[in-house]
């Protein structure tokens, strides 16, 4: 440790100023927007009037609905994968973990183009359906909520088996076959030995999938378009077909505090079980 | 059960895990080369006309620029905030470092469409600054917590008593910082370089309001001409997006054991 502070300071500062400049002051005016009355001085009219209008109430417990499906769907997967992962052997341990992560590199865009091509009119599922006769027309499987999951699946999943091997990794080797030897079903091991265990891990993957799940873009707005609106596509909507600002400043302070009090709520729950 | 039952069940786990990871890619590889008009799966008949008709688009080519020198630019401008930020936070016992800690990461926490809708409404529209410039330092902002990050972890492992004794030895600070830091972290340099350029490079939410005539970077470029065209072209450009990431993680794997970074 160096003790010169005014020369730490100078190296620490330009980045703090930029991030503060460029990030946090843009995004608190564009925040308190919504709280500034008609008249001057401050108001919750934004939020009342957003609140009252049915489709916007809708789009809200949608977003919550698809965030919490998502992030509950990606850990259930999350945990079998992980468990498996980490039974491997060295070798191809890297190998399958390598290709859990490598998705994440690859540009949204892709990842989600490729369930219209699964999910169109004239995708893999529908000529299937057609061919088998199960249905003479094909079905609108694109521009549905259960398009959007798989697609908010799909791109969030890995977040939730990383946080989970990584925390997997840490429980001692013994404690499982130990558990089974004194008689614990392999439900009593999951609940009492691998979950309180893990717990840490499961904490950061449901937040990172939740959140991610909530602020994704391009998923609802290309396989749900604007027939399954979310949150941020509303939000785009608003902008830029009705210039509302208002509405835009309200559902952004929605975002952010639906996706801190994610945070807190799982870390709240994760100490609870202890 | 037996070791080898549970083999199969642990296999075929994660057999439709990565199935569901990966298969899509595979998917559109082959829709980019179908030989018809509009996207179609199982491809009918293959052709490489959709690939190379991508290079072709001129919008694609322009917005591909503008991404590759956002993502490149903006990435170097984040390191050079970046590292010594995370020097000074390593070495020096500063008074608010944790403040500096969170305002460096809070571009991560906030939502990219919030930011880039904030910094239109207002720094672009009233500075009159122009969209390249906002999307520039909205990208620097964006992978500066990546930066910081990645860089302060290559330099927890690096003991502070080295560059003492460098000091001692007669180089200056900043020698000390050039000769003994910097060939040290150097790999998380680099790592923060790579995890800052796929960042960048495949952000859409930050860009999307920061768009302007002839201003557009390539992700939303191709959600704009999704709207309007069905070929498949769209489909062999992600392939090959997903080519290029792959190629450059897979050289970072292998020059310098890029998931230790990550």
Redesign the interface.
């Known amino acids: 440790m160096f003790r010169n502070t005014r020369e730490g300071l100078a190296l620490a500062l330009p980045a703090a100023i930029f991030s503060t400049l460029l990030f946090l002051v843009p995004v608190g005016i564009l925040l308190s927007e919504a709280f500034r009355g008609t008249t001057g001085g401050w108001s919750l009219q934004g939020y009342i009037d957003f609140f009252s209008t049915p489709l916007n109430r809708t789009v809200f417990l949608r977003t919550l609905k698809l965030g919490v499906l998502v992030a509950g769907t990606a850990a259930v997967i999350g945990y079998a994968a992980a468990f498996c992962i980490v039974n491997l052997g060295p070798k191809s341990r890297g190998k399958v973990f390598g290709m859990v992560v490598l998705p994440l590199m690859i540009s949204p865009v892709a990842r989600t183009y490729a369930w219209i091509v699964i999910l169109g009119r004239t995708g893999i599922v529908n000529e299937a359906i057609t061919g088998l006769g199960l249905s003479d027309t094909p079905l609108r499987l694109l521009f549905t909520e259960t398009a959007v999951f798989l697609g908010l699946l799909q791109l969030f999943l890995p977040l939730m088996i990383i946080s989970l091997v990584s925390a997997m990794e840490n429980i001692p080797r013994d404690v499982i076959p130990a558990a089974r030897v004194l008689g614990a079903s392999w439900f009593a091991v999951f609940f009492k030995v691998i979950l309180p265990l893990t717990k840490e891990g499961l904490v950061i993957g449901g937040t990172l999938v939740f959140t991610g799940a909530l602020t994704a873009y391009i998923t609802p707005a290309i396989l749900g378009g604007s027939k399954v609106l979310m949150l941020e596509t509303l939000l785009y909507q608003r902008v830029n077909v009705s210039n509302d600002f208002v509405s835009a400043s309200v559902i952004a302070m929605i975002l952010i505090v639906m996706s801190f009090s994610a945070n807190l709520l799982l870390k709240r729950i994760a100490t609870a079980r202890s | 059960m037996n070791t080898s039952m549970r083999h199969l069940a642990?296999?075929s786990?994660?057999g439709l895990?990565?199935t569901?990871?990966?298969g899509?890619?595979l998917?559109?590889i082959l829709?980019g080369a179908s030989d018809t008009e509009?996207?179609?799966?199982?491809p009918q008949g293959l052709t490489f006309k959709w690939y190379l008709k991508v290079f072709t688009v001129e919008s694609f080519r322009a917005s591909f620029l503008l991404s590759m020198a956002l993502a490149v630019f903006g990435t170097l401008a984040a390191l050079l905030?970046?590292v010594?930020?995370a020097?000074?936070?390593n070495?020096?016992?500063?008074?608010m470092?944790e403040?500096?800690r969170t305002?460096?990461a809070?571009?991560i926490?906030?939502?990219?469409?919030?930011?880039g809708?904030?910094?239109l409404?207002?720094?672009v529209v009233p500075t009159g600054v122009t969209v390249t410039l906002a999307l520039f330092?909205?990208h620097?902002?964006l992978v500066?917590p990546y930066a910081?990050r990645v860089v302060s972890s290559s330099m927890t492992n690096l003991r502070?008593d080295m560059e003492e004794a460098a000091v001692l030895l007669g180089c200056t600070r900043l020698q000390a910082f050039t000769k003994v830091v910097l060939p040290n972290i150097r790999g998380g340099v680099l790592a923060a370089f790579i995890l800052g350029f796929?960042t960048s490079?495949?952000q859409?939410?930050v860009s999307?309001?920061l768009s302007g005539p002839g201003v557009r970077t390539l992700?939303i470029d191709?959600?704009a001409y999704?709207e309007i065209t069905f070929d498949p072209s769209?489909?062999a450009?992600?392939?090959l997006?997903?080519f290029m990431?792959?190629a450059?993680?897979f050289t970072a794997?292998r020059l310098l054991g890029f998931?230790r970074y990550?």
């Open positions: 642990n296999w786990i994660l895990t990565l569901f990871l990966i899509p890619f998917i559109i829709a509009y996207l179609a799966f199982p905030l970046g010594p930020a020097y000074a936070l070495r020096y016992d500063l008074p470092a403040t500096v305002i460096v809070a571009p926490i906030v939502p990219g469409i919030i930011v809708l904030a910094l409404r207002y720094m330092m909205a620097t902002a500066l910081v502070a796929v490079f495949n859409v939410p999307l309001f992700p191709m959600l999704m769209v489909a450009l992600s392939a997006l997903a990431s792959l450059i993680v794997e998931s990550v």
